[in-house]
């Protein structure tokens, strides 16, 4: 009985060290989530992943009354100085999307912009288990993540995966 204790703890040791693992894969329902364009528009984050096939994409989880986000813009700014070639994306959590599209302008953000009509707690929100904005995320040109979290533009992770 001892020993089935012993073998019982390993297992669950083993399993819980398996759900710590960083995803390297968007989750069917992240994939699903929608999201609106500029233009009004609604599309799921498979179809934007689509559409930036065989890119690097830096994706930046930002709203235009987050103090942090606004504070971090200039380093976003260095850092798609520093890595031209990579695509972002903008995922906004602005209330509404009029306040949205006022932040693009007032803050001069350029790339790709898409609104998170989910939320913090949609399906996308609740994949990347997201706690605090602004967050950052690194996708291969395959689709696959290359770097889950940092909430930094200057992390030193980001330039390591680019």
Partial sequence: MKHMKYILICFLSILS????????EFSEAALN?????L?????????????????????DVWASWCKDCIGGMPKVKSLQKANK???YLFLSLDKAQDAWKRGIKKYDVAGQHYFMQSGWKGPFGAFIQLDWIPRYMVVGPNGNIKLF?????????????L
């Fill in 17 to 24: 060290c398996k759900a710590q693992e960083t995803p390297t």
């Fill in 33 to 37: 989530d929608t999201f609106v364009t």
């Fill in 39 to 59: 233009d009004g528009n609604s599309i799921s984050f498979k179809e934007i992943l689509q559409a930036n096939k065989g890119k690097t994409l830096v994706i």
């Fill in 85 to 87: 070639e990579v695509t």
């Fill in 149 to 161: 979290k940092a909430i930094e533009a200057d992390d030193k992770k980001i330039k390591e995966v």
